[in-house]
Every structure is written in C-alpha cells, then in structure tokens.
C-alpha cells in the first residue's frame, strides 16, 4: 500500500502471523478493515485458535464478541513486544530494557494484530512495536482507540493518527492512562528509531 486508496477500500491479511504459523504456534489473526476517505471505518481481528472476534467502528466502541471494551479496567502487567524493537534495544540500549521491565513483564505473541486487541481487552498493558506495517495494524489500532486506549508513534506521538491510512511503522500503543506517562517518558527520552 504505497499509494493512500482514493476511495472505499477494503484491507485484508489473511494471516497476521505467518512465521509462527508455519511454525505449529498457535497465535495468529485474521484482519480485515474498512477504509474510506483515509478513515478507518471498520476493524475486525479474528483470534483463529480460540475463536474470538474483536471489533470496532469509529464512536461506537470496540467489542471482544458482545462484551463492551475499556482499557480503564486494565490490570495486567504484560507489556507485548516485537522481536525488532528487543533485538534493537538489547543491542543499542540495553539499559531500556531494564526501564521498561519496572512497567510490565515482556511477551512477544508474533501477531500484532492480537498484540493491540490484548491491549484493548486488558490481556496486556502496553504494546511497542518498530516493524509492523499498515496491513498489521489497522484493525486493531481502531479496536485500541474505541476501547479508550492510546495508539501512536513512538518518537513522534501522534495519537490522533489511529484512523490515518498511513501510521508510522513504530508504534506504541496502551491502556491504562495512568501507565502512559512512564512508558511516554521512557520510550521518547530514549528516541528510539527504527
């Protein structure tokens, strides 16, 4: 998707995890959104294995099934990571890591896709992530927003870009507002650049 679609367009990954996959590990997705005017108009991630479907349209909210979504009531203390973001923090900053580690376990699923509808559902706190790309996000970016958490880039914070058609490739993105501020902290004093 080099060029922004003109008009209504459906986006579709068919498998969001594709190298677990052909691996036997059983976390991968199915994405399929609606985009029209570069708005995201409808997001949908299918959990394959455990047969849940998480949803979203924009100011309607975001739903796992029937069950109403909010980050608020967000407990968990697992923070999902790309092996991209960990290979280059480990090699460039291994100090993060250690800063990081003080907000929340690291879990790596494979698919980002269920990285962002785990955040949204309260599964995991935060996710960071510097190799997804739209295909990867763009359902459940609207999933975490209608479900009152942050999506943005991680050096320059945009978090009103969720419904753009063309987000930055580093994300950060998370629930509970309280944990914004130190995860914020840590990720832009560090500027982390892919």
Known sequence: MNNKPTGPTWVLDPLDGTSIFLLGIPLYACIIAFVNDSKVQFGLVLDLLNREIFTARPALGAFLGDELLDTNSNNSDFIGVSSGFLEKVAIEQPHLIVQLRDVGKFRLLGSQALHL??????????????????????????????????????????????????????????????????????????????
Do not use: H
Request: charged share 25%.
């Open 117 to 194: 509808c785990y955040v949204a559902s309260g599964r995991m706190k935060a996710c960071v992530n510097l190799e997804s790309k739209i295909w990867d996000d763009i359902a459940g970016a609207l999933i975490l927003q209608e479900a009152n958490g942050t999506y943005s880039t991680i050096t320059v914070f945009y978090p009103d870009r969720v419904n753009s058609v063309d987000p930055s490739q580093s994300l950060f993105s998370l629930g509970k507002a309280e944990k914004k501020a130190k995860l914020d902290k840590i990720i832009r004093r560090q500027n982390i650049e892919e």
